[in-house]
């Protein structure tokens, strides 16, 4: 989906971003992974899609220790088009775009300098990954007081680029809310997320 090119750029960033803070490579040492949406091979966002109501029916533990089976959908990060998983964070994201709405839990908050960052769920590769659907989100600021909102949900990806923006208690929660771009699964959709690290 060639159309994508600037989600999968922006999205690229956030991920680069939370990698970067992190000091990891990511499930299985996958440092070069994060680059490969970049390379404008045409990333979904920051997943693939989803089911329904955007939950797994196995709610235990997932695999390894990366987080409960609701959020990893079972996956342990080692499958082809799995770049990062993000369960087992102390984060909970809230999101609301359209009609549809979903609270994320074990989500990473990460900030440095001026660039904050919240990712939560399971990412991948638009077009490499062929597995069960999953969920994600991640947000960041910009340069210009705005926000960017990367979202998987409900088998849609929705993307808002130059949305509000605000952070709160000493930076441990932001808001964010703006319209999805052309370039979304759903145009012109708005999207909130409250993010409480």
Request: glycine share 20%; charged share 10%; aromatic share 4%.
């Amino acid at each position: 989906m060639a159309g994508r090119t600037r989600p999968t750029a922006l999205a690229a960033l956030a991920l680069a971003a939370l990698l970067l803070f992190s000091g990891c490579a990511g499930p299985g040492g996958k440092a070069d992974g994060a680059a490969s949406p970049a390379g404008g091979s045409g990333s979904s966002g920051p997943a693939g899609g989803s089911a329904g109501s955007g939950t797994s029916s196995s709610t235990g533990p997932g695999p390894a220790g990366l987080g409960p089976a609701s959020c990893t959908g079972g996956l342990t990060g080692s499958e082809p088009g799995v770049v990062l998983i993000v369960c087992n964070g102390p984060a909970r994201v809230h999101v609301t775009a359209g009609s549809l709405t979903k609270e994320f839990t074990g989500g990473q908050c990460k900030h440095a300098g001026d660039v904050w960052t919240a990712t939560d769920g399971v990412i991948t590769q638009y077009g490499t990954y062929k597995g069960p659907p999953v969920d994600s989100v991640s947000v960041n600021n910009t340069s210009s007081g705005g926000g960017t909102i990367q979202l998987s949900l409900g088998g849609k990806v929705y993307f808002v680029d130059g949305g509000s923006f605000s952070l709160s208690d000493g930076g441990r929660a932001a808001h964010l809310h703006g319209k999805t771009t052309a370039l979304s699964d759903v145009p012109h959709t708005p999207v909130t997320v409250d993010v409480s690290c």
